[in-house]
């Protein structure tokens, strides 16, 4: 069955940096696309990232960009987030999402999400 | 200030009918599909309805979407005392060039 297990998250100052791993199985990881979405405690779910099935393009959420990267290792089967300059604003539970449709590219449809890793920005 | 709007809270008693909307724009609802997802604290988001009105396997049909210009909707029918949770609504948004949600709505069974 289709398994989507996060980890990497903990507490991290702000301005430093932290990547998120996140482990696939159960399925053909490379023809999926892959999301990041997280939930800041108390607030809504709130999408992060989007990368496609084949790594060729990257979306991101304006609070994110230019400072987290998403990427993708279709031979480890594993999908990463890369945050970088972390502010207060940015502790959440971040998920791992897939995409529902083979080869699919720039939908919401997630049919399968990860147990989700806590970041938490503090000094 | 999310960029589609629910209600932050609805209610019903069991064997209700409750209706959830969601208003967009013509970026996102207007353009691209409307999926629903019900979320309890502490666990993974599960995917409720896609595409406007398409219920995945597994999802009893008490549950049903539909979506109408720029608005869409989540119906529960009979309503179950778990049916207690978080519901979002999620669209692509083409001006902002990445997916969106609600702001989230908590459902309460009275």
């Known amino acids: 069955q289709v398994q989507l297990v996060e980890s990497g998250g903990g507490v991290v100052q702000p301005g430093r940096s932290l990547r998120l791993s996140c482990a696939a199985s159960g399925f053909t990881f490379s023809s999926y696309g892959m999301n990041w979405v997280r939930q800041a405690p108390g607030k809504g779910l709130e999408w992060v990232a989007l990368i496609l099935y084949d790594g060729s393009n990257k979306y991101y959420a304006d609070s994110v960009k230019g400072r987290f990267t998403i990427s993708r290792d279709n031979s480890k089967n594993t999908l990463y987030l890369q945050l970088n300059s972390l502010r207060a604003e940015d502790t959440a539970v971040y998920y791992c999402?897939?995409?529902?449709?083979?080869?699919?590219?720039?939908?919401?449809?997630?049919?399968?999400w990860g147990q989700g890793t806590l970041v938490t920005v503090s000094s | 200030q999310s960029v589609l709007t629910q209600p932050p809270s609805a209610s019903g008693t069991p064997g209700q009918r409750v209706t959830i909307s969601c208003s967009g724009s013509?970026?996102?609802?207007?353009?691209?599909?409307v999926n629903w997802y019900r979320h309890l604290p502490g666990t993974a988001p599960k995917l409720l309805i896609y595409s406007d009105d398409q219920r995945p396997s597994g999802v009893p049909d008490r549950f049903s979407g539909s979506k109408s210009g720029t608005s869409a909707s989540l119906a529960i029918s009979g309503l179950q005392s778990e049916d207690e949770a978080d519901y979002y609504c999620?669209?692509?948004?083409?001006?902002?060039?990445?997916?969106?949600f609600g702001g989230g709505t908590k459902l309460t069974v009275l």
């Open positions: 999620a669209a692509w948004d083409d001006s902002l060039n990445g997916g969106v």
């Open positions: 999402a897939k995409i529902r449709g083979f080869r699919a590219t720039t939908v919401t449809t997630f049919d399968y």
């Open positions: 013509s970026s996102n609802i207007g353009s691209n599909t």
